[in-house]
């Protein structure tokens, strides 16, 4: 990742490179592909307004680690409740930011879920139609 560009606060915006996997890729074809995660549909009735998508590696490190797969197909709730404590987590840290005066496309926060904590970082970028689409990321993924 280079950081050739900067916000209106100075923070880096990312330039992913040509040979990153979402260079070049439309969002949806990555929610397609399994590169993303679309947490939307669990986003939504917590009144979250972007689009957002976690990486796949935040998905098995937060939110699908030691989970069955067979038994959360069964109608199991582990999924549901650990990208809910993530997207909460990224809302908080959000509002945070802006009550701190501080306004960015960029944040980095804790995430904790019954999973696990590790430091992840958030994107506001345009998504496929230039709508704002948020991306959850791990620390070591850009």
């Given amino acids: ?61 937060l939110v699908a680690a030691g989970v069955d797969p067979e038994k959360e197909a069964e109608g199991g709730a582990t999924y549901g409740r650990r990208a809910k404590q993530l997207i909460v987590n990224s809302w908080e840290a959000a509002q945070a930011q802006r009550n701190g005066g501080e306004r960015s496309d960029i944040l980095q926060f804790m995430a904790d879920t019954d999973a696990g904590s590790t430091k992840v970082w958030a994107r506001v970028t345009p998504g496929d139609d230039g709508e704002s689409v948020v991306t959850i990321m791990l620390i070591s993924e850009d």
């Fill in 1 to 61: 990742m280079t950081q050739s560009q900067q916000t209106s606060n100075g923070e880096p915006v990312a330039d992913f490179g040509p040979d990153h996997p979402l260079t070049g890729a439309s969002r949806k074809q990555a929610i397609e592909d399994g590169v993303l995660i679309d947490l939307s549909d669990i986003a939504c009735p917590l009144f979250w307004i972007w689009p957002v998508a976690c990486t796949a590696g935040v998905w098995q490190q």
